[in-house]
């Protein structure tokens, strides 16, 4: 009995292990999209002066971007469903080796859909901004307001006090923009307007692009 009592333990303990190590083997989340940025960054120095656009998939998908905005010098740094976390997580990998003139960021929706409230989000990305700050004392942040998909219409009410919460906050800090685009996307019945988005109610087609490009520009830094 003894023996057998000592062959599982011994069996619960090598299975522990091998769980343990590939646990802290596992890559973190979106860290094949990072390493993919520091590969092109390495065959491509990335331009010097430049803004930089950095945020969740409606950056990723802004994947011409440039084009919208001809006479300045953009790196787009948009990854996966990302929330503010996980830009806070590659922040010293994807926004400060970059030392842009100017940031541009986009990220707290995939955040509230993961069920957060709206404080939450607003210490959530009062923790991105601090590290920016440490790091990048003068460099201007534009944040551009959470987007009302209509995939996520229920969380609407946390969206638009996530945004009031986040301006509030920028309103007292130096340097700073908060670009509202959440009401430009709603329709005359306060919904969101479901022809500026792709078949997913998510992400945004040309025409939803088009009114990013008319309310973002005026802000950009030449």
């Known amino acids: 009995m003894k023996i057998k009592i000592r062959l599982l333990a011994i069996v619960f303990l090598c299975n522990h292990l091998v769980f343990t190590s590939c646990s802290q083997n596992s890559p973190l989340p979106f860290h ?8 092109q960054d390495k065959a491509s120095p990335p331009p010097k002066n430049a803004i930089l656009f950095v945020g969740s998939s409606s950056f990723k998908m802004w994947a011409d971007v440039a084009a919208y905005f001809p006479g300045y010098t953009i790196i787009n740094r948009g990854f996966g469903g990302s929330g503010l976390n996980d830009v806070i997580r590659y922040a010293d990998k994807i926004i400060i080796p970059y030392n842009p003139k100017q940031i541009v960021i986009y990220c707290g929706e995939n ?19 601090n590290i920016v700050r440490r790091k990048l004392p003068a460099t201007p942040i534009v944040f551009i307001s959470i987007k009302p998909s209509p995939s996520r219409e229920k969380f609407i009410a946390v969206i638009e006090d996530s945004n009031i919460k986040i301006r509030q906050f920028l309103d007292g800090q130096p340097n700073t923009v908060f670009l509202d685009v959440f009401h430009a996307m709603l329709g005359k019945d306060g919904l969101p307007r479901k022809e500026l988005f792709l078949e997913d109610m998510l992400h945004m087609n040309p025409q939803g692009y088009a009114l990013w490009k008319t309310a973002i520009e005026p802000v950009l830094l030449k």
């Open 32 to 39: 094949d999209e990072i390493q993919a940025f520091k590969a």
């Open 111 to 129: 955040d509230i859909a993961g069920s957060l409230t709206s404080t939450d989000v607003l210490q959530r990305f009062t923790k991105l901004f």
